[in-house]
């Protein structure tokens, strides 16, 4: 299923400045984070839970 990220990569520079910074948050690589944010990936329960807090 293809995911529409555009609001939660808005709300990500806003709290976090820079992807990267919201990667390291979640424990997971820049590239990977990027390969979710482009629907390469799936993001797991566990990083959901993660970037809600």
């Known amino acids: 299923m293809i995911f529409d990220y ?3 990569i808005r ?3 806003f709290k ?3 992807q990267d ?3 390291k948050a979640l424990g997971i690589g820049r ?3 990027s390969q979710r944010l482009n629907n ?3 993001f797991t329960q566990e ?3 993660k ?3």
């Open 6 to 8: 555009s609001e939660l």
């Open 47 to 49: 990083e959901i839970l």
């Open 16 to 18: 976090y400045g820079t």
């Open 40 to 42: 390469r990936l799936e």
């Open 21 to 23: 910074m919201f990667a």
């Open 11 to 13: 709300l990500i520079k």
């Open 51 to 53: 970037s809600a807090k």
């Open 31 to 33: 590239v990977s984070l």
